[in-house]
């Protein structure tokens, strides 16, 4: 774990970067979803191993539960066990980056999510990337909804300020609703995040905000607060898994990979 710590250093030396995976038991549509059986392994086993791969900073799964914690150790890899009582990924990740860098030698975090089983391993990379060019204080990702995506609730949109060359932006907003209004493109906005630690910490210690209550978006509340958000585009939206519906698609196509 040392070495590893120390090449990642090498690697960079404006930001030391580390990735945490949070994974909780207690999903409201799905409960147990992290140990979900996909093509032979755990769902939270398919993200570690695509974070793995990605190969930019050591990578850890922050869990509430001790079987979670136990497969990912059995499978090779890093988990800490975080409180019970989080009110979100966010506050989990914190803990569990000061629970195992308590001297603070990571001064990035990139925050992924525990259901993304078919992650590509170049969304991490792109966070990290952008994270450190752009100092913002988090950094997150988007992709072009098509007109279903834009209608749908359940898809965050984000309004987006970007620069000349259209690949960098700043987030002017995020909604449920289909924003900004009239013929702008939709941005889907991925729900992964590259912080700089000291602004993670700010963001958990502030309570909620309006905005992020009324649209049931913590990121807003970072936006209230003024910090910058920059944004980066990636070419389509890695497939979530919320529903026993999206359980069972994703089965399917990993299963397909597996057999072909």
Partial sequence: MTDYVMNCRIMSTKASPVIIIPAR???????????????????????????????????????????????????????????????????????????IDPDSRFDLVLNLQGDLPEMDETIPSTLLRVATASGADLTTLVTLANEEEAARDQVVKAVVSWNKAGDVGRALYFSRSPVPYGNAPKWHHIGVYGWRREALAKFVAMPPSPLEQSERLEQLRALEAGMHIAVATIDEAPAGVDTPEDLEATRARLLAQTNG
């Fill in 25 to 99: 038991m207690a999903a409201n549509r799905l409960p147990g979803k992290p140990l979900a059986d996909i093509a032979g392994k755990p769902m939270i086993c398919h993200v570690w191993e695509r974070a793995m791969a990605a190969a930019i900073a050591p990578v850890w799964v922050a869990t509430d539960d001790a079987e979670i914690a136990a497969v990912v150790r059995n499978a090779g890899g890093e988990a800490v066990l975080t409180r019970a009582d989080h009110p979100s990924g966010s506050d989990r990740t914190f803990e569990a980056v000061t629970l």
